[in-house]
């Protein structure tokens, strides 16, 4: 009795630990059956089949675990076991089907779908990975990256293959109404047990969480909150010609003239997604509209034809005037080579470009984009769980990664992003470098605002009429064409 308490004391300690040490091993006393052992430990017999599992598993890594052939097995004295942490037990009973024996032996595939090739992008995953394959080590990871940044060319892949059945385990997905784009309850798992076994719905932001039900179900677990409105500036070349971050946009064409004239590319964009100019639009509307007002442009209480939006039309007609050239030939991460190399001033991108400078060990400056001050426009990544995943157990174990604090950390501090839990300490604090930190501060005091060009704002439809509009307007510059586009766009997705 004595030793079956101190293990359920040593399970809850590994719960609170995170996931580098999903369980706890266990040397049989006496012949048991699994039955037995998951009644004596779990208090409950039927977490027998996730005893089993995580046994086998581990004996693929170390011979000195015992395989376990079959679920009625008498194991003899001596046998060593591997004793899941509870959490992931119930997850396991939670998504095992019994139909799916194999499921029991351990090993198999973890096919993770996601758009992150980039600097930043692959270092963060790869931190994923990593925490993954220290609890995991019999899985093997297929990372199946489909490139093209903010995700366009990946969806576009992603969803016959979710039609026809055959989707990855588990695929980014971006919180809020993007997920309307893939018929979850037709193609997605809920994940509303999963985030009550892990206690996500508790350490997720509320409004995080609001953003993330769609239908009253969770289908996604958020491993992130990235910053759409980020003004990066080169700082050798601010210092060089006495420049300071422009508040507004009257001192930012000012500095776009200064530069202009000593040759330098003042305002450095990239368009060969076709989400880039998207982008950098929707953050010229933060500044010129409330972010009441802004936040109204998506749900009907804002209208199209507000002055806000033809000011932003205009101001970003202006920027034309002094951005590189090429830009339909760059992507977001290339096109930053304009800043490490001093050919390029400003670039406004969301802080994976950040993960980008880091990796790259650039050193660069950043400020809001200019009057968006105190105004967050946020996203957020997600993990989602098909319903025809090949390999569902385990993803089980992949989506504990992301949701846990450990795996938050790990990941953020490279993407470039923060963590979208809300109980990080002081101390893990310091660790992120001091952009991160002063990201962290402005999330929890700015006004947030929804990105639409990374699926918080509008549904797929909507995002995709609203990207368009933007990349006619590069070529038009027609100011009044492109907001009666605009209109025409929020009355087919609103039918108002
Ligand atoms: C966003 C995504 C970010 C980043 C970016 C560029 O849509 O949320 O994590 O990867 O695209 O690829």
Redesign the pocket.
């Known amino acids: 009795m004595r030793k079956v308490v101190w293990f359920l004391a040593v399970l809850v300690v590994v719960g609170l630990l995170g996931w580098a040490q999903a369980g706890t091993p266990l040397v049989l006393d006496k012949p048991s059956s699994l039955a037995d052992i998951s009644l004596k430990v779990f208090g409950d017999s039927a977490y027998a089949p996730a005893i089993m599992r995580a046994t086998n598993s581990k004996a693929l890594v170390d011979h000195s675990f015992a395989r376990i052939s079959r679920l009625d097995e008498i194991l003899p004295a001596g046998a060593k076991l591997w004793v899941p942490d509870a959490a992931w037990a119930k997850a396991f009973l939670a998504v095992w089907d019994p139909n799916r024996v194999e499921d029991l032996f351990g090993g198999g595939k973890l096919v993770v779908g996601s758009?992150?090739t980039?600097g930043g992008?692959a270092e963060g995953l790869e931190a994923l990975f990593a925490l993954y394959r220290e609890s995991f080590p019999d899985v093997v990871i297929v990372n199946a990256t489909v490139a093209g940044?903010?995700?366009f060319v990946f969806k576009a892949v992603l969803k016959p293959r979710l039609i026809a059945g055959d989707p990855p385990d588990t695929f980014q997905l971006?919180a809020g109404l993007e997920v309307e784009g893939y018929s979850p309850e037709v193609y997605l798992r809920p994940l509303d047990d999963l985030y009550a076994i892990f206690g996500w719905d508790k350490v997720f932001p509320p409004d995080l969480l609001d953003l993330m039900r769609y239908e009253g179900h969770y289908w996604g677990v958020p491993v992130n909150i990235?910053r759409s409105n980020v003004l990066w500036y080169n700082k050798e070349i601010f210092a060089r010609y006495g420049l300071k971050p422009p508040a507004n946009w009257d001192e930012f064409f000012q500095i776009c003239e200064v530069l202009k004239e000593k040759g330098i590319v003042p305002i450095t964009l990239a368009n060969a997604g076709g989400w880039e100019a998207p982008h950098l639009f929707e953050t010229i509307l933060a500044s010129t509209l409330t972010p009441e007002e802004y936040r109204g442009l998506w749900t009907g209480t804002t209208p199209w034809t507000h002055p806000g939006v033809t000011q932003a039309l205009e101001i970003l007609k202006k920027m034309l005037d002094y951005v590189n050239p090429d830009y339909s030939a760059h992507t977001?991460d290339t096109v930053l080579e304009y800043i490490a190399a001093g050919r390029g001033a400003m670039n406004v991108m969301?802080d994976?470009a950040m993960g980008w400078f880091m990796a790259k060990g650039v050193d660069v400056g950043w400020a809001p984009v200019p009057g968006t001050k105190g105004v967050f426009v946020a996203?957020s990544?997600t993990f989602a769980f098909p319903k025809r995943a090949s390999n569902p157990i385990n993803v089980i174990g992949w989506l504990a990664v992301c949701g846990s604090k450990e795996g938050q950390i790990a990941f953020n501090m490279r993407k470039g992003s923060i963590p979208a839990r809300t109980d990080i300490t002081p101390e893990e604090k310091a660790q992120f470098n001091p952009y991160l930190q002063s990201c962290m501060e402005d999330w929890a005091r700015d006004a947030i605002v929804p990105s639409v060009m990374?699926g918080a704002a509008a549904p797929e439809s909507w995002v995709v009429d609203f990207k368009d509009a933007i990349n006619l307007f590069l070529v038009t510059k027609d100011v009044a064409g492109t907001q009666a586009a605009l209109v025409a766009a929020a009355k087919a997705a609103l039918g108002k």
């Open positions: 758009w992150w980039a992008e940044g903010a995700g971006h990235h977001w969301g994976w996203l990544d990374h």
